[in-house]
């Protein structure tokens, strides 16, 4: 069956970065493309980017240019997210997505 | 920037109809995606492509679309449905996902 499991919760101070891992299975992991989505408590989502695991290629939304990165690595399996330059704002739970089927999200708290 | 628009709450009693509409511009050009998200869970998909239902969705889920505006109805309506629903659209030039606010269904 087709999993997307996230690393675990992280705590980081303002102007430091995060990276959050996506490790896929059940289904061959080039051949879908990962989306990345955040969710800040009571909010709704928030379409952060995607990645193509195959090319490397990836797209991000304009609010998060310059400061996401998204890459993988196919011999694991795994996508990740780093974000950087944290502020308050971006806590929240961040999930990896195909959007037919999403990771059980990760929390990342910002604070000083 | 592109926005899809949902009203932010809907009641229904058990066993009615709930409707969930969403607005957007490109919404004739780009396909509409409904999750349906409970609290503390991760979003599930329960329309792709306007009207298409996934496989383990039920039936009484369904989606249609008219102009800028696509609908969730959900027929007969159980109190498990309780949730928040969100749509998600491309942009027009289809480079950029979208999602709706959310609406909350809250079952009377």
């Known amino acids: 069956q087709v999993q997307l499991v996230q690393s675990g919760a992280e705590v980081k101070k303002p102007g430091a970065s995060v990276k959050v891992s996506c490790k896929a299975s059940?289904?061959?992991?080039?051949?879908?493309?990962i989306n990345w989505v955040r969710q800040a408590t009571g909010q709704g989502l928030e379409w952060m980017g995607w990645?193509?695991?195959?090319?490397?290629?990836?797209g991000y939304a304009q609010k998060f240019q310059g400061r996401v990165t998204m890459t993988r690595n196919t011999s694991i399996s795994t996508a990740y997210m780093e974000l950087s330059s944290l502020r308050s704002e971006d806590t929240a739970v961040y999930y990896c997505?195909?959007?037919?089927?999403w990771g059980q999200g990760t929390l990342v708290t910002v604070s000083s | 920037s592109y926005e899809l628009t949902q009203p932010p709450s809907v009641s229904v009693s058990p066993g009615q109809t709930a409707r969930i509409t969403c607005s957007g511009d490109?919404?004739?050009?780009?396909?509409a995606y409904w999750y349906q998200q409970k609290p503390g869970q991760a979003p599930v998909l329960v329309i792709y492509k306007d009207s298409e239902r996934p496989s383990g969705i039920p039936e009484r889920f369904s989606g249609s679309s008219s102009g800028t505006t696509v609908t969730l109805t959900i027929s007969g309506v159980q109190a498990e449905d309780e949730a928040d629903y969100y749509c998600q659209s491309a942009d027009s030039s289809g480079t950029s996902w979208v999602f709706g606010g959310g609406t909350k269904l809250t079952v009377l």
């Open positions: 059940g289904y061959t992991f080039t051949s879908y493309d």
């Open positions: 997505a195909r959007f037919d089927y």
């Open positions: 490109a919404l004739p050009k780009q396909y």
């Open positions: 990645m193509n695991p195959n090319s490397g290629n990836t």
